[in-house]
């Protein structure tokens, strides 16, 4: 069992926890509430330019940790392919333009094929931007999503598969990015976390919690000790390999987005601080 986190140093907040604000909101109110590390979501780049995104980020001490997300390789439609290998390269572009040093990969999933196509295409998706990757100095992450989502948002959905998957490519430009949501059910988590880390391939962490009862699917994560994850063992076992990184707060929630969000980040810094 890990120890309990002494301070706030290792945490890190996605900028889609606090969805309502935007790239300046959250940078400033993270920073005030003394939280020095963020994992920005390309959304909150919508119509701002990137030279401005990184002001505001360096204005308010800000570290960024990732740019999330890019992915979305497979198709049965190779036009569609494509698209998202486009999609990948400005992503790339705009995390070196951010300072990001890593961008996670939601890899996708097309329901028309096998998840052995899929999982085919994700592979050949990841190694044709790794060029451009290595090029701008951005690390790329395999995260393995819940096999509930393997339809549509992601073929790789253990981290078995993702911890293969960053073998067989062999870069030290792709890792994987290790979610407590994703993967808490898991009996192989803490061997595969172990072979991970031996591997030089965990390259990212993010926790919130499971409820029970899920509400929906995607957009009811829980706050870490509101639900049934064992936040602290899986932080145990990722510490134990060395890993050295930051705890990034992930939380998708229609119901705390409606909430006062100021209320709302003193509540993620009190589970990070007594359930994390
Ligand atoms: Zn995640």
Redesign the pocket.
Known sequence: MASIIADISKLCIHTQTTRPWCLRECAEHYSKAGVNAITVWRNVLEGIKLIDARKMLDDNGMQVVSLCRGGFFPSVDKAQRQTAIDDNLLAIEQAAAIGAPLI?LVCGADGRQSLEANREQIKEGIITILPAAKAAGVKLAI?PLHPMYAGDRSAVNTLQQANDMAVAINSPYVGV?A?V??LWWDNHLEEEIKRCGANGHLFAF?ICDWKTPTLDFLLDRGLMGEGCINVPQIRGWIEETGFAGFNEV?IFSSIYWQQDQQAFLQKVIDAYLHHS
Do not use: G, K, L
């Open positions: 996670v995260e990015a979610d949501y994703h993010h992930e």
